[in-house]
């Protein structure tokens, strides 16, 4: 809170005599609530990458993007896979699915309770116009899931143009992307194939976009179709103490056989209309589906997972001068089946672990209301309350088989109410102050409450709760651009998977944490970034096991969550055509268990860039990831017994084409 304040007494007096606003300052933001508003009044920390720096980027994964923006680092696994983190520690199993909220336009890539932990591959990043993403619980928008943030991608507007870009790289990487748009609409396609870099992980992929904007009467109508496949081959962990730095190991897989396949399409209509002057309606019919099947390459015995679900849902906002109010609705039916081929290995035993199949029901009522305290004070308070029942059908003999145990036919329902409330202080264009009090909440997901193991019992797993208080700052100083968030959390009922892999239904953490950004524009030549994040995740309870590395202390680290990371970056303009940049990414060290008892010592990777611009049509670009050919791991943890490592890309070059008319 000392280094808040000072920082805050520190640029405010400048702040306020700033003679302009560039554009970077007065961003328009769609993600809050579902319409455009000013991300410099909004009163939470909300970060864009626009089409500009996606495509400086060119990422070939989520991370390469979304890890340049504070508060979030994603742990890289293999091919399209990846962990996350959004003010919180690396959350795996049940807790990573269900703790941040992927979008696309708006609208969840999954059924809350049927989420993805690898969620992000099946958005269309690589054919974004932009993506935001939001810090913290989400507005009241935004239900189950939007715990620690959400992500949104959004796709480009009809706008009369062709675009497309290609990518390859020294290891075979080799990639299209490209749109065709008139003034009604757009088809997007992305296609990759890599061979990756380690034995038996490359992976296909294929994403199609469909969208058309049409007027119907006095609504305004946006159809949208997208679809997804991928075929992977899967490198599972190397093992071992520092095994990422073996240049004997980090290139191989253990797992050849491992794979995963996964196919999701969706749909949705978009429509609004406006009553009156300064009053308007949001109806959003869609539906969803995916199917997917991979090895559980992670866990010993590595058995074969089925899921799958489908989901019809609308999401309908009535908008005010200063009020909304909402309800939404949506159905699914999902199925679950775990079989594992290979011999028994320790509770992990041959044969059916689970095959059952999973109805739910989400509603959820909604409402916002504000009002200015004085012309530069605005107050904004509102509530969520959600109500999921899940009808579960157990379609295989109940009982327990290892460390699996089976439960008859049942069904649970949760009901939580989540209060926001917020302030927002503007003393200038320039200068703006925010504070925020929301309750973040989620129904568990279906495998926490089906996926049982033998120490646990069915319905004893709660609804998770996370408490939340942020300030924040937003500030341009001349050229200079400058946020500043502080943030505490308080979370409860935290369900997640010891170092032993045993399900801990009850937990208890707590999260502080400081995030500051900025940009400076020192000439139309030389422009500077960066962000940096402090971050203390403790557990707050004691679980004490047979394990060492498993056990809890109150007070411990939670394992995965380092306290200190970030980035800076220099882009320079030598001549108009021209763009280079370098960037430095660092990560603190973390905890590798729970207990404590072994850490990561962190790394730093830097990255060039270069982009030319050969004519009005057609740019050339090229960028070395690992410039240092540093030997890191993009995921580290500790798990039955062993140091485990999804090693880091040693240093590669990609380049490419991009052209637009």
């Given at each position: 809170?000392?280094?808040?304040?000072?920082?805050?007494?520190?640029?405010?007096?400048?702040?306020?005599?700033?003679?302009?606003?560039?554009?970077?300052?007065?961003?328009?933001?769609?993600?809050?609530?579902?319409?455009?508003?000013n991300?410099?009044?909004?009163?939470a920390?909300?970060?864009?990458?626009?089409?500009?720096?996606?495509?400086?980027?060119?990422a070939?994964?989520?991370?390469?993007?979304?890890?340049?923006v504070?508060?979030?680092?994603?742990?890289?696994?293999?091919?399209?896979?990846?962990?996350?983190?959004?003010?919180?520690?690396?959350?795996?199993?049940?807790?990573?699915?269900?703790?941040?909220?992927?979008?696309?336009?708006?609208?969840?890539?999954?059924?809350?309770?049927?989420?993805?932990?690898?969620?992000?591959?099946?958005?269309?990043?690589?054919?974004?116009?932009?993506?935001?993403?939001?810090?913290?619980?989400?507005?009241?928008?935004?239900?189950?899931?939007?715990?620690?943030?959400?992500?949104?991608?959004?796709?480009?507007?009809?706008?009369n143009?062709?675009?497309?870009?290609?990518?390859?790289?020294?290891?075979?990487?080799?990639?299209?992307?490209g749109?065709?748009?008139?003034?009604?609409?757009?088809?997007?396609?992305?296609?990759?194939?890599?061979?990756?870099?380690?034995?038996?992980?490359?992976?296909?992929?294929?994403?199609?976009?469909?969208?058309?904007?049409?007027?119907?009467?006095?609504?305004?109508?946006?159809?949208?179709?997208?679809?997804?496949?991928?075929?992977?081959?899967?490198?599972?962990?190397?093992?071992?103490?520092?095994?990422?730095?073996?240049?004997?190991?980090?290139?191989?897989?253990?797992?050849?056989?491992?794979?995963r396949?996964?196919?999701?399409?969706?749909?949705?209509?978009?429509?609004?209309?406006?009553?009156?002057?300064?009053?308007?309606?949001?109806?959003?019919?869609?539906?969803?589906?995916?199917?997917?099947?991979?090895?559980?390459?992670?866990?010993?015995?590595?058995?074969l997972?089925?899921?799958?679900?489908w989901?019809?849902g609308?999401?309908?906002t009535?908008?005010?001068?200063?009020?909304?109010?909402?309800?939404?609705?949506?159905?699914?039916?999902?199925?679950?089946?775990e079989?594992?081929?290979?011999p028994?290995?320790f509770?992990?035993?041959?044969g059916?672990?689970?095959?059952?199949?999973?109805?739910?029901?989400?509603?959820?009522?909604?409402?916002?209301?504000?009002?200015?305290?004085?012309?530069?004070?605005?107050?904004?308070?509102?509530a969520?309350?959600?109500?999921?029942?899940?009808?579960?059908?157990?379609?295989?003999?109940?009982?327990?088989?290892?460390?699996?145990?089976?439960?008859?036919?049942?069904?649970?329902?949760?009901?939580?109410?989540?209060?926001?409330?917020?302030?927002?202080?503007?003393?200038?264009?320039?200068l703006?102050?925010?504070?925020?009090?929301?309750?973040?909440?989620?129904?568990?997901?279906?495998?926490?409450l089906?996926?049982?193991?033998?120490?646990?019992?069915?319905?004893?797993i709660?609804?998770?709760?996370?408490?939340?208080?942020?300030?924040?700052?937003?500030?341009?100083?001349?050229?200079?651009?400058?946020?500043?968030?502080?943030?505490?959390?308080?979370?409860?009922?935290?369900?997640?998977?010891?170092?032993?892999?045993l399900?801990?239904?009850?937990?208890?953490t707590?999260?502080?944490?400081?995030?500051?950004s900025?940009?400076w524009?020192?000439s139309?030549?030389?422009?500077?970034s960066?962000?940096?994040?402090?971050?203390?995740?403790?557990?707050?309870?004691?679980?004490i096991?047979?394990?060492?590395?498993?056990?809890?202390?109150?007070?411990?680290?939670?394992?995965?969550?380092?306290?200190i990371?970030?980035?800076?970056?220099?882009?320079?303009?030598?001549?108009?055509?021209?763009?280079?940049?370098?960037?430095?990414?660092?990560?603190?060290?973390?905890?590798?268990?729970?207990?404590?008892?072994?850490?990561?010592?962190?790394?730093?990777?830097?990255?060039l860039?270069?982009?030319?611009?050969?004519?009005?049509?057609?740019?050339?670009?090229?960028?070395?990831?690992?410039?240092?050919?540093?030997?890191?791991?993009?995921?580290?943890?500790?798990?039955?017994?062993?140091?485990?490592?999804f090693?880091?890309?040693?240093?590669?070059?990609?380049?490419?084409?991009?052209?637009?008319?």
């Open positions: 809170m000392r280094i808040f304040l000072c920082l805050t007494a520190a640029v405010a007096p400048f702040c306020l005599s700033a003679a302009q606003i560039n554009s970077d300052f007065d961003e328009v933001i769609v993600t809050a609530e579902r319409r455009s508003q991300r410099q009044t909004y009163p920390k909300i970060d864009i990458l626009t089409s500009e720096r996606l495509e400086e980027i060119a070939v994964h989520a991370a390469e993007s979304l890890n340049s504070p508060g979030v680092h994603i742990h890289r696994g293999s091919g399209v896979e990846h962990l996350t983190s959004v003010r919180s520690p690396i959350l795996t199993g049940g807790a990573g699915a269900g703790s941040f909220l992927y979008l696309q336009d708006g609208i969840p890539l999954r059924a809350a309770g049927f989420s993805n932990v690898n969620g992000l591959f099946e958005a269309q990043m690589e054919l974004a116009e932009r993506t935001e993403v939001f810090k913290g619980p989400g507005s009241v928008l935004y239900g189950s899931n939007a715990l620690h943030g959400l992500v949104n991608v959004i796709s480009p507007e009809p706008d143009q062709i675009k497309f870009s290609l990518m390859g790289n020294e290891d075979g990487y080799l990639s299209f992307a749109r065709a748009a008139s003034t009604e609409a757009v088809i997007s396609v992305a296609i990759a194939d890599d061979n990756g870099f380690r034995d038996y992980s490359g992976y296909e992929q294929q994403k199609l976009s469909i969208r058309l904007d049409e007027k119907f009467g006095e609504w305004d109508g946006s159809w949208q179709l997208a679809f997804q496949n991928l075929n992977q081959e899967t490198a599972g962990f190397i093992q071992g103490v520092d095994a990422y730095r073996d240049d004997a190991i980090r290139f191989t897989n253990s797992n050849p056989e491992a794979y396949d996964s196919k999701s399409a969706r749909t949705h209509l978009k429509l609004s209309r406006k009553i009156g002057t300064d009053q308007s309606i949001q109806i959003i019919p869609y539906a969803r589906w995916t199917d997917m099947e991979f090895l559980r390459h992670f866990v010993p015995g590595q058995a997972e089925k899921n799958g679900h989901s019809v609308s999401l309908n009535f908008y005010g001068s200063n009020f909304l109010l909402g309800f939404d609705a949506e159905y699914t039916k999902g199925f679950l089946d079989f594992q081929n290979n028994s290995r509770s992990f035993v041959q059916e672990h689970y095959n059952y199949s999973v109805k739910a029901v989400t509603l959820a009522g909604y409402g916002e209301y504000d009002f200015d305290i004085t012309p530069k004070t605005k107050l904004s308070f509102g969520r309350a959600e109500y999921v029942d899940y009808n579960y059908d157990n379609l295989t003999d109940t009982g327990t088989s290892g460390r699996f145990r089976r439960v008859d036919d049942r069904s649970d329902n949760f009901f939580v109410v989540t209060p926001k409330l917020a302030i927002t202080h503007s003393l200038s264009d320039a703006t102050f925010y504070g925020r009090a929301v309750r973040g909440a989620r129904a568990p997901q279906v495998t926490d089906y996926s049982l193991q033998t120490q646990q019992a069915p319905g004893e709660n609804s998770e709760k996370l408490d939340s208080l942020e300030a924040g700052i937003k500030c341009q100083l001349g050229d200079i651009n400058i946020e500043a968030a502080l943030y505490g959390m308080e979370k409860r009922n935290f369900f997640f998977r010891n170092a032993n892999g399900n801990v239904t009850d937990g208890k707590s999260h502080r944490g400081l995030e500051f900025a940009k524009r020192l139309d030549f030389i422009e500077i960066g962000n940096l994040n402090l971050a203390d995740h403790k557990y707050n309870f004691t679980d096991v047979s394990s060492g590395s498993s056990s809890i202390t109150k007070g411990d680290e939670v394992d995965s969550a380092p306290s990371f970030g980035h800076a970056a220099v882009k320079v303009t030598p001549v108009q055509e021209l763009k280079l940049e370098a960037e430095w990414r660092h990560m603190g060290d973390y905890a590798l268990d729970p207990g404590n008892t072994n850490f990561y010592p962190g790394h730093d990777v830097m990255v860039r270069g982009q030319y611009q050969v004519s009005d049509a057609i740019s050339l670009f090229a960028r070395v990831d690992n410039l240092l050919d540093t030997k890191y791991a993009n995921r580290a943890d500790f798990a039955f017994g062993n140091e485990r490592y090693p880091g890309r040693p240093r590669t070059i990609f380049w490419g084409m991009r052209s637009g008319f």
